[in-house]
Protein backbone atom coordinates (compact mmCIF):
# COMPACT_ATOMS: atom_id res chain seq x y z
CA UNK A 1 0.00 0.00 0.00
CA UNK A 2 2.71 2.28 0.86
CA UNK A 3 4.60 2.04 -2.36
CA UNK A 4 0.89 2.52 -4.10
CA UNK A 5 0.49 5.65 -2.33
CA UNK A 6 4.22 7.56 -2.78
CA UNK A 7 3.93 6.48 -6.91
CA UNK A 8 0.67 8.11 -7.03
CA UNK A 9 2.43 11.10 -5.21
CA UNK A 10 4.94 11.14 -7.65
CA UNK A 11 2.58 10.56 -10.70
CA UNK A 12 0.72 14.09 -8.98
CA UNK A 13 4.48 16.15 -9.00
CA UNK A 14 6.52 14.49 -11.75
CA UNK A 15 4.70 17.56 -13.97
CA UNK A 16 5.84 20.25 -11.45
CA UNK A 17 9.42 20.51 -12.36
CA UNK A 18 11.12 17.65 -12.57
CA UNK A 19 9.46 16.51 -16.12
CA UNK A 20 7.55 19.98 -16.43
CA UNK A 21 6.00 19.62 -20.29
CA UNK A 22 7.40 22.78 -21.18
CA UNK A 23 10.65 23.52 -19.57
CA UNK A 24 11.58 19.95 -19.53
CA UNK A 25 9.93 18.09 -22.01
CA UNK A 26 9.82 21.27 -24.30
CA UNK A 27 6.33 19.75 -25.17
CA UNK A 28 3.29 21.83 -26.66
CA UNK A 29 5.07 24.87 -27.37
CA UNK A 30 2.93 26.08 -30.05
CA UNK A 31 0.08 27.40 -27.72
CA UNK A 32 2.85 28.29 -25.41
CA UNK A 33 4.55 31.09 -27.47
CA UNK A 34 1.53 32.19 -29.15
CA UNK A 35 -0.99 33.04 -26.09
CA UNK A 36 1.86 34.06 -23.87
CA UNK A 37 1.57 37.87 -25.16
CA UNK A 38 0.12 38.37 -21.75
CA UNK A 39 -0.58 36.96 -18.33
CA UNK A 40 -4.62 36.40 -18.67
CA UNK A 41 -4.90 35.37 -22.09
CA UNK A 42 -1.84 32.51 -20.42
CA UNK A 43 -3.65 31.68 -17.56
CA UNK A 44 -6.92 31.16 -19.60
CA UNK A 45 -5.16 28.67 -22.39
CA UNK A 46 -3.02 27.10 -19.61
CA UNK A 47 -6.31 25.81 -17.92
CA UNK A 48 -8.45 25.31 -21.04
CA UNK A 49 -5.47 23.15 -21.67
CA UNK A 50 -5.05 21.76 -18.20
CA UNK A 51 -9.18 20.68 -18.54
CA UNK A 52 -8.56 18.82 -21.73
CA UNK A 53 -5.73 17.08 -20.18
CA UNK A 54 -7.76 15.97 -17.27
CA UNK A 55 -10.56 14.73 -18.56
CA UNK A 56 -9.19 12.92 -22.10
CA UNK A 57 -6.42 11.23 -19.41
CA UNK A 58 -9.31 9.85 -17.27
CA UNK A 59 -11.37 8.90 -20.37
CA UNK A 60 -8.46 7.08 -22.24
CA UNK A 61 -7.61 5.47 -19.04
CA UNK A 62 -11.04 4.44 -18.17
CA UNK A 63 -11.12 3.14 -21.55
CA UNK A 64 -7.80 1.60 -22.12
CA UNK A 65 -9.06 -2.21 -22.22
CA UNK A 66 -11.30 -1.36 -24.65
CA UNK A 67 -9.49 0.59 -27.04
CA UNK A 68 -7.58 -2.26 -29.38
CA UNK A 69 -4.15 -1.36 -30.24
CA UNK A 70 -3.87 -1.12 -33.44
CA UNK A 71 -6.39 1.88 -33.64
CA UNK A 72 -5.31 3.70 -30.62
CA UNK A 73 -3.75 6.93 -31.88
CA UNK A 74 -7.03 7.53 -33.74
CA UNK A 75 -9.52 6.73 -30.88
CA UNK A 76 -7.53 8.89 -28.62
CA UNK A 77 -7.47 11.70 -31.30
CA UNK A 78 -11.22 11.78 -31.19
CA UNK A 79 -11.62 11.33 -27.58
CA UNK A 80 -9.14 14.80 -26.97
CA UNK A 81 -10.57 15.92 -30.25
CA UNK A 82 -14.38 15.85 -28.13
CA UNK A 83 -13.44 17.46 -25.28
CA UNK A 84 -11.82 20.29 -27.50
CA UNK A 85 -15.17 21.03 -29.34
CA UNK A 86 -16.88 20.83 -25.68
CA UNK A 87 -14.52 23.18 -24.34
CA UNK A 88 -14.31 25.74 -27.11
CA UNK A 89 -18.04 26.07 -27.46
CA UNK A 90 -17.99 26.27 -23.23
CA UNK A 91 -15.39 29.59 -24.22
CA UNK A 92 -17.40 31.02 -27.10
CA UNK A 93 -20.49 30.59 -24.52
CA UNK A 94 -18.85 31.78 -21.53
CA UNK A 95 -15.76 33.53 -21.77
CA UNK A 96 -16.25 35.28 -25.24
CA UNK A 97 -13.55 38.01 -24.63
CA UNK A 98 -11.19 35.14 -24.26
CA UNK A 99 -12.13 33.24 -26.65
CA UNK A 100 -11.83 35.68 -29.38
CA UNK A 101 -8.52 36.64 -28.16
CA UNK A 102 -6.87 33.15 -27.57
CA UNK A 103 -8.36 32.15 -31.36
CA UNK A 104 -7.50 29.30 -33.65
CA UNK A 105 -5.21 28.12 -30.40
CA UNK A 106 -8.25 26.97 -28.88
CA UNK A 107 -8.94 24.36 -31.87
CA UNK A 108 -5.47 23.75 -31.69
CA UNK A 109 -5.20 22.08 -28.42
CA UNK A 110 -6.32 19.24 -30.17
CA UNK A 111 -2.68 18.57 -31.65
CA UNK A 112 -0.93 19.89 -28.41
CA UNK A 113 1.79 16.81 -28.00
CA UNK A 114 1.52 17.23 -23.82
CA UNK A 115 -1.98 15.54 -24.33
CA UNK A 116 -1.10 12.83 -26.88
CA UNK A 117 2.12 12.52 -24.70
CA UNK A 118 0.49 12.08 -21.52
CA UNK A 119 -2.38 9.80 -23.05
CA UNK A 120 0.01 7.33 -24.87
CA UNK A 121 2.99 7.56 -22.45
CA UNK A 122 0.48 7.17 -19.13
CA UNK A 123 -3.34 7.00 -19.19
CA UNK A 124 -2.96 4.10 -21.43
CA UNK A 125 -1.20 2.39 -18.89
CA UNK A 126 -2.64 3.62 -15.69
CA UNK A 127 -5.61 3.40 -13.68
CA UNK A 128 -8.12 6.31 -13.93
CA UNK A 129 -7.33 8.03 -10.56
CA UNK A 130 -3.45 7.82 -10.94
CA UNK A 131 -3.97 9.48 -14.53
CA UNK A 132 -6.35 11.88 -13.30
CA UNK A 133 -3.46 12.61 -10.75
CA UNK A 134 -0.66 12.90 -13.25
CA UNK A 135 -3.33 15.11 -15.99
CA UNK A 136 -3.65 17.44 -12.34
CA UNK A 137 -0.21 17.32 -12.07
CA UNK A 138 1.24 18.01 -15.60
CA UNK A 139 -1.83 20.17 -15.91
CA UNK A 140 -0.35 22.63 -13.37
CA UNK A 141 3.18 21.86 -14.77
CA UNK A 142 1.67 23.57 -18.08
CA UNK A 143 -0.27 26.66 -16.04
CA UNK A 144 2.94 27.63 -14.02
CA UNK A 145 5.07 27.41 -17.16
CA UNK A 146 2.85 29.48 -19.50
CA UNK A 147 1.39 31.92 -16.90
CA UNK A 148 5.41 32.34 -16.37
CA UNK A 149 6.13 33.53 -19.65
CA UNK A 150 3.03 35.42 -19.77
CA UNK A 151 3.69 36.94 -16.81
CA UNK A 152 7.01 38.36 -17.83
CA UNK A 153 5.75 39.19 -21.39
CA UNK A 154 3.25 41.53 -19.98
CA UNK A 155 5.45 43.12 -17.08
CA UNK A 156 8.19 43.87 -19.87
CA UNK A 157 6.41 45.03 -23.15
CA UNK A 158 3.79 47.05 -21.82
CA UNK A 159 4.38 47.05 -17.77
CA UNK A 160 1.42 45.89 -16.37
CA UNK A 161 0.87 42.55 -14.35
CA UNK A 162 -3.05 41.33 -15.10
CA UNK A 163 -3.67 44.83 -16.33
CA UNK A 164 -2.43 46.24 -13.12
CA UNK A 165 0.01 48.69 -14.28
CA UNK A 166 3.53 48.61 -12.41
CA UNK A 167 5.53 51.49 -14.80
CA UNK A 168 4.86 53.70 -17.10
CA UNK A 169 3.93 52.25 -20.36
CA UNK A 170 6.75 54.31 -21.91
CA UNK A 171 9.15 51.86 -20.08
CA UNK A 172 7.80 49.07 -21.58
CA UNK A 173 9.63 46.86 -24.54
CA UNK A 174 7.01 46.68 -27.40
CA UNK A 175 8.81 43.77 -28.80
CA UNK A 176 8.40 41.64 -25.69
CA UNK A 177 4.64 40.83 -26.67
CA UNK A 178 5.72 40.56 -30.78
CA UNK A 179 6.38 37.15 -31.56
CA UNK A 180 10.22 37.82 -31.75
CA UNK A 181 9.84 38.09 -27.75
CA UNK A 182 8.26 34.92 -26.95
CA UNK A 183 11.54 33.19 -28.75
CA UNK A 184 13.53 35.33 -26.76
CA UNK A 185 12.05 34.92 -23.03
CA UNK A 186 11.76 31.09 -23.11
CA UNK A 187 14.95 31.22 -24.67
CA UNK A 188 16.48 32.91 -21.87
CA UNK A 189 14.18 31.04 -19.50
CA UNK A 190 15.36 27.63 -20.29
CA UNK A 191 19.01 28.74 -19.76
CA UNK A 192 18.04 30.12 -16.83
CA UNK A 193 16.77 26.58 -15.53
CA UNK A 194 19.96 24.91 -17.23
CA UNK A 195 22.43 27.12 -15.13
CA UNK A 196 20.79 26.17 -12.13
CA UNK A 197 21.02 22.66 -12.56
CA UNK A 198 24.28 22.76 -13.81
CA UNK A 199 25.30 24.47 -10.39
CA UNK A 200 23.64 21.84 -8.51
CA UNK A 201 24.97 19.10 -10.04
CA UNK A 202 28.23 20.56 -9.58
CA UNK A 203 27.74 20.98 -5.92
CA UNK A 204 26.54 17.79 -5.84
CA UNK A 205 30.04 15.91 -7.04
CA UNK A 206 31.99 18.70 -4.79
CA UNK A 207 29.89 17.68 -1.42
CA UNK A 208 30.85 13.71 -3.02
CA UNK A 209 34.64 14.45 -3.98
CA UNK B 1 -9.78 38.57 -63.42
CA UNK B 2 -6.88 40.85 -62.88
CA UNK B 3 -7.76 42.30 -59.42
CA UNK B 4 -8.40 38.21 -58.52
CA UNK B 5 -4.85 37.19 -59.48
CA UNK B 6 -3.58 40.06 -57.67
CA UNK B 7 -5.32 39.07 -54.51
CA UNK B 8 -4.35 35.01 -54.67
CA UNK B 9 -0.96 36.39 -55.27
CA UNK B 10 -1.35 39.09 -52.32
CA UNK B 11 -2.31 35.73 -50.03
CA UNK B 12 0.55 34.04 -51.18
CA UNK B 13 3.25 35.89 -50.24
CA UNK B 14 1.70 37.44 -46.52
CA UNK B 15 1.35 33.52 -46.00
CA UNK B 16 4.61 32.99 -47.02
CA UNK B 17 6.50 36.02 -45.41
CA UNK B 18 4.23 38.53 -43.53
CA UNK B 19 2.18 35.54 -41.21
CA UNK B 20 5.43 33.00 -41.61
CA UNK B 21 3.46 30.10 -39.69
CA UNK B 22 6.87 29.15 -37.92
CA UNK B 23 7.96 32.70 -36.94
CA UNK B 24 5.12 34.72 -36.21
CA UNK B 25 1.76 32.14 -35.70
CA UNK B 26 3.71 29.50 -33.81
CA UNK B 27 2.51 26.90 -36.03
CA UNK B 28 4.25 23.69 -36.16
CA UNK B 29 7.65 24.19 -33.74
CA UNK B 30 7.71 20.70 -32.77
CA UNK B 31 9.58 19.34 -35.81
CA UNK B 32 11.07 23.16 -36.35
CA UNK B 33 13.42 22.67 -33.07
CA UNK B 34 13.20 18.58 -33.22
CA UNK B 35 14.79 18.13 -37.32
CA UNK B 36 16.52 21.05 -37.92
CA UNK B 37 19.74 19.74 -36.63
CA UNK B 38 20.82 18.92 -39.88
CA UNK B 39 20.04 20.20 -43.38
CA UNK B 40 18.89 16.94 -45.16
CA UNK B 41 16.03 16.14 -42.44
CA UNK B 42 15.62 19.72 -42.82
CA UNK B 43 15.16 19.81 -46.39
CA UNK B 44 13.10 16.32 -46.22
CA UNK B 45 10.67 17.22 -43.54
CA UNK B 46 9.90 20.75 -45.85
CA UNK B 47 9.67 18.56 -49.40
CA UNK B 48 7.15 16.63 -46.80
CA UNK B 49 5.06 19.41 -45.39
CA UNK B 50 4.78 21.25 -48.87
CA UNK B 51 3.31 18.25 -49.93
CA UNK B 52 1.21 17.60 -47.07
CA UNK B 53 -0.25 20.88 -46.77
CA UNK B 54 -1.13 21.73 -50.23
CA UNK B 55 -3.50 18.36 -50.17
CA UNK B 56 -5.02 18.74 -46.95
CA UNK B 57 -5.88 22.11 -47.88
CA UNK B 58 -8.01 21.27 -50.42
CA UNK B 59 -9.07 18.33 -48.99
CA UNK B 60 -10.55 20.01 -45.91
CA UNK B 61 -11.54 22.55 -48.30
CA UNK B 62 -14.24 20.69 -49.79
CA UNK B 63 -14.81 18.48 -46.49
CA UNK B 64 -16.20 22.02 -44.73
CA UNK B 65 -18.84 22.86 -48.31
CA UNK B 66 -20.09 19.25 -46.51
CA UNK B 67 -20.05 20.24 -42.78
CA UNK B 68 -22.04 23.42 -43.95
CA UNK B 69 -24.63 21.64 -46.27
CA UNK B 70 -25.34 19.20 -42.87
CA UNK B 71 -25.24 22.28 -40.71
CA UNK B 72 -22.42 20.29 -38.25
CA UNK B 73 -19.52 23.26 -38.28
CA UNK B 74 -19.14 22.52 -34.83
CA UNK B 75 -17.70 19.15 -35.64
CA UNK B 76 -14.90 20.51 -37.72
CA UNK B 77 -12.12 20.07 -34.93
CA UNK B 78 -13.32 16.40 -35.19
CA UNK B 79 -13.32 15.80 -38.57
CA UNK B 80 -10.61 18.01 -39.58
CA UNK B 81 -8.09 16.27 -37.36
CA UNK B 82 -9.12 12.51 -38.41
CA UNK B 83 -9.50 13.25 -42.48
CA UNK B 84 -5.69 14.85 -41.84
CA UNK B 85 -4.67 11.91 -39.75
CA UNK B 86 -6.58 9.50 -42.22
CA UNK B 87 -5.12 10.90 -45.34
CA UNK B 88 -1.41 11.22 -44.05
CA UNK B 89 -1.93 7.45 -43.65
CA UNK B 90 -2.89 7.06 -47.66
CA UNK B 91 -0.64 9.86 -48.72
CA UNK B 92 2.15 7.55 -46.99
CA UNK B 93 0.69 3.94 -49.09
CA UNK B 94 0.36 5.47 -52.08
CA UNK B 95 3.74 6.73 -52.33
CA UNK B 96 5.56 4.03 -50.79
CA UNK B 97 3.78 1.71 -53.98
CA UNK B 98 3.85 4.87 -56.50
CA UNK B 99 7.56 6.01 -56.19
CA UNK B 100 9.75 4.58 -54.12
CA UNK B 101 12.54 6.77 -53.99
CA UNK B 102 10.27 9.25 -53.14
CA UNK B 103 9.21 7.30 -50.40
CA UNK B 104 12.53 6.88 -49.12
CA UNK B 105 13.64 10.35 -48.84
CA UNK B 106 10.18 11.13 -46.77
CA UNK B 107 8.85 7.79 -45.63
CA UNK B 108 10.27 9.11 -42.03
CA UNK B 109 8.66 12.71 -41.98
CA UNK B 110 5.24 11.60 -43.08
CA UNK B 111 4.09 10.51 -39.41
CA UNK B 112 5.62 13.24 -38.09
CA UNK B 113 3.23 15.63 -40.17
CA UNK B 114 0.01 14.24 -38.63
CA UNK B 115 0.45 15.62 -35.32
CA UNK B 116 1.81 19.01 -36.50
CA UNK B 117 -0.31 21.82 -35.61
CA UNK B 118 0.44 23.40 -38.74
CA UNK B 119 -1.90 21.35 -41.27
CA UNK B 120 -4.88 21.46 -38.95
CA UNK B 121 -3.94 25.53 -38.40
CA UNK B 122 -3.97 25.96 -42.44
CA UNK B 123 -7.12 23.96 -42.24
CA UNK B 124 -8.83 26.25 -39.91
CA UNK B 125 -7.56 29.25 -41.11
CA UNK B 126 -8.81 28.45 -44.73
CA UNK B 127 -12.44 27.94 -43.09
CA UNK B 128 -12.48 30.53 -41.17
CA UNK B 129 -11.48 33.36 -43.93
CA UNK B 130 -13.75 32.34 -46.53
CA UNK B 131 -11.19 31.55 -49.20
CA UNK B 132 -12.40 30.30 -52.11
CA UNK B 133 -10.70 27.25 -53.81
CA UNK B 134 -8.39 29.40 -55.43
CA UNK B 135 -7.39 31.66 -52.52
CA UNK B 136 -6.86 28.61 -50.49
CA UNK B 137 -4.83 26.82 -52.61
CA UNK B 138 -2.62 30.20 -53.12
CA UNK B 139 -2.23 30.32 -48.90
CA UNK B 140 -1.39 26.38 -48.57
CA UNK B 141 1.45 26.81 -51.34
CA UNK B 142 2.12 30.27 -49.41
CA UNK B 143 2.05 28.99 -46.02
CA UNK B 144 4.16 25.66 -46.72
CA UNK B 145 6.93 27.84 -48.89
CA UNK B 146 7.03 30.11 -45.64
CA UNK B 147 7.17 26.99 -43.15
CA UNK B 148 9.92 25.48 -45.10
CA UNK B 149 12.07 28.43 -45.90
CA UNK B 150 12.16 29.63 -42.39
CA UNK B 151 12.79 25.77 -41.49
CA UNK B 152 15.97 25.44 -43.84
CA UNK B 153 16.91 28.85 -43.16
CA UNK B 154 16.71 27.78 -39.20
CA UNK B 155 19.02 24.58 -40.22
CA UNK B 156 21.61 26.46 -41.50
CA UNK B 157 21.81 29.01 -38.84
CA UNK B 158 21.88 25.43 -36.20
CA UNK B 159 24.75 23.59 -37.92
CA UNK B 160 26.69 26.70 -37.93
CA UNK B 161 25.66 27.20 -34.10
CA UNK B 162 27.27 23.43 -33.50
CA UNK B 163 30.90 23.95 -34.43
CA UNK B 164 30.83 27.04 -32.20
CA UNK B 165 31.64 26.98 -28.02
CA UNK B 166 28.92 28.82 -26.37
CA UNK B 167 28.07 29.31 -22.67
CA UNK B 168 27.22 25.90 -20.94
CA UNK B 169 23.79 27.29 -20.25
CA UNK B 170 23.18 28.36 -23.67
CA UNK B 171 24.31 24.97 -25.05
CA UNK B 172 21.40 23.42 -26.90
CA UNK B 173 17.78 24.68 -26.60
CA UNK B 174 18.25 27.72 -24.92
CA UNK B 175 20.16 28.70 -27.90
CA UNK B 176 18.25 27.63 -30.66
CA UNK B 177 15.17 29.68 -28.99
CA UNK B 178 17.63 32.76 -29.20
CA UNK B 179 18.43 31.84 -32.94
CA UNK B 180 14.53 32.04 -33.44
CA UNK B 181 14.09 35.09 -31.77
CA UNK B 182 16.87 37.04 -34.27
CA UNK B 183 15.74 34.87 -37.00
CA UNK B 184 12.02 35.77 -36.01
CA UNK B 185 12.89 39.40 -35.60
CA UNK B 186 14.37 39.61 -38.91
CA UNK B 187 10.85 38.30 -40.35
CA UNK B 188 9.28 41.45 -38.60
CA UNK B 189 10.58 43.56 -41.24
CA UNK B 190 7.87 42.32 -43.63
CA UNK B 191 5.19 43.29 -41.50
CA UNK B 192 2.91 45.75 -43.19
CA UNK B 193 4.34 45.07 -46.04
CA UNK B 194 1.27 43.22 -47.27
CA UNK B 195 -2.38 44.02 -46.34
CA UNK B 196 -4.57 41.30 -47.17
Known amino acids: MKTNE ?162 PKTYGMFVMMLPPGAFLVIGLYLALFKHIANVRKRNLKNIKG | MGAEVAKWFAILFAAMLVNNFLLSRFLGLCPFFGVSKSMDTAVGMSMGVIFVMVVAGIVTWFLNLLLISWHIEFLQILVFILVIAALVQIIEIFIKKTNPALYSALGIYLPLITTNCAILGLSLINV ?69
Open chain 1, 6 to 167: SSSLSAFTAGFIKQNPTFSQVLGLCPTLATSTNAENALGMGLATMGVLILSNIFISALRKLIPNEVRIPAYISVIASFVTIVNLLMHGYTYQLWTNLGLYIPLIVVNCIIMGRAEAFASKNGIWKSFLDGLGMGLGFVGAILLLGMTREVLSVGTLFGIRLW
Open chain 2, 128 to 196: QNNYTLMETIFNSVGSSLGYSMALILFSSLRVKLDVEELPAAFEGMPAAFITAFILSMSFMAFTGMIKV
